[in-house]
C-alpha cells in the first residue's frame, strides 16, 4: 500500500511577510494583521473537519472575512446549535493539527466555551522586546447557548483570502447585525490599566460595526434582541446608548483595529453624530 504523505503547511515566512509588508507601524494593528491569517488557518481547519464544520461563524471577524467589513479582529466567535462540541477537544485538535500539518508550534488552554491557542512568534517577528511576551494570543470561542434566538436562518459563504478557498456556514445578515445589537444593548466591559484605572469604557468596534450595517441598509432580526417589541423601541434605545459615547474609548479601541490612525481619530470624534443620524434614518 502506497504511503499517504502528509503536506506541511508553511507558515512563518508568511507571518513574517504580512509584518514587512504592514501598513501600519503600530505593533497592537500588526498583531492583529498575523490573527487575521491564522483565523484563516483555523478556518479551513474547522470547515474541512467532520466534528467541527456544521459551527456558525458570527462575530466580527466573520464580518470582516466574509462581507469585508473593513477593520481587523481579534477572536473567533463560533455557535454550536447541536451543543455536541467538546471544546477540550477542539483545543487537543487544533494543537495536534498545527504541531503536525504546519511550521508553526501552538499550545492551546480551555476556559470553559473559550479555546486560547499561543503561538511563540513575537520576538522571531520583531514585535515584541524580550521583556515582553513571545506569545501571539488567539481566542476561540464556541458558544451553545443561542436559545434566546430561534427565528433565523444560515448562510454559506466563500473566502478566498491568503491562496485559501473556504466555504464557511453563518448566520443570515439580520440576525448577526442582531447579535452585534445586542452587544451594544447587554454587554457590560471596560478597560483598566495596571493601577486599575478606566481606560476604555466602551468597545468602539461595536459601535463601527453597527455602523456598518447601517448603512449597508441592513436591519436587524428583531426577533432575536429581547425586550423590544417594536423598532421604535429599539432606535429610541439604542439614540439613548449612543448620545452617551465616550469618543476617546471608541478611538482607542479602533487603533488596533484600522490602520490609518487620522481616520481612528476623526471617527472617534465623529462616531456620535454620525451614528445618530443613521439611526434615526435608517431604523
Known amino acids: ?80 446549535e447541536t451543543k455536541k462540541i467538546n471544546v477540550s477537544k477542539l483545543a487537543k485538535d487544533l494543537e495536534e493539527y498545527f504541531s503536525k500539518r504546519t511550521d508553526l508550534q501552538a499550545k492551546t488552554t480551555v476556559q470553559k466555551f473559550r479555546v486560547y ?12 522586546t524580550r521583556e515582553e511576551t513571545d506569545d501571539l494570543f488567539l481566542k476561540v470561542e464556541v458558544f451553545s447557548e443561542f436559545d434566546f434566538c430561534t427565528k433565523y436562518s444560515t448562510d454559506i459563504r466563500p473566502i478566498f483570502k491568503y491562496n485559501r478557498s473556504i466555504l464557511i456556514k453563518t448566520l443570515d445578515i439580520s440576525t448577526l447585525m442582531a447579535t452585534k445589537v445586542r452587544a451594544i444593548l447587554f454587554r457590560k466591559w471596560e478597560k483598566t490599566d495596571k493601577q486599575g484605572n478606566t481606560t476604555v469604557k466602551v468597545k468602539g468596534r461595536d459601535y463601527f460595526d453597527l455602523l456598518w450595517y447601517l448603512q449597508k441598509g441592513i436591519t436587524p432580526n428583531l ?45 472617534g470624534k465623529n462616531m456620535k453624530a454620525i451614528l445618530e443620524r443613521e439611526i434615526s434614518e435608517k431604523l
Open 117 to 128: 491557542l499561543k503561538f511563540p512568534i513575537l520576538h522571531d517577528l520583531g514585535i515584541s
Open 1 to 80: 500500500m502506497a504511503k499517504i504523505t502528509t503536506i506541511m503547511e508553511i507558515i512563518k515566512p508568511i507571518l513574517a511577510s504580512i509584518i514587512s509588508e504592514s501598513p501600519s507601524r503600530n505593533n497592537l494593528f500588526k498583531r492583529n494583521l498575523l490573527k487575521e491569517y491564522l483565523q484563516i488557518v483555523v478556518l479551513g481547519f474547522i470547515y474541512s473537519h467532520k466534528d467541527y464544520s456544521q459551527l456558525l461563524f458570527y462575530g466580527g471577524s466573520a464580518l470582516a472575512l466574509c462581507f469585508d467589513l473593513q477593520r481587523l479582529s481579534e477572536d473567533m466567535d463560533f455557535i454550536d
Open 223 to 267: 426577533s432575536c434582541i429581547e425586550g423590544f417589541e417594536s423598532m421604535k423601541e429599539l432606535k429610541d434605545k439604542l439614540l439613548e446608548i449612543v448620545a452617551c459615547i465616550d469618543s476617546h474609548s471608541i478611538q482607542l479601541d479602533l487603533d488596533a483595529l484600522i490602520a490609518d490612525p487620522n481616520f481612528v481619530n476623526n471617527i
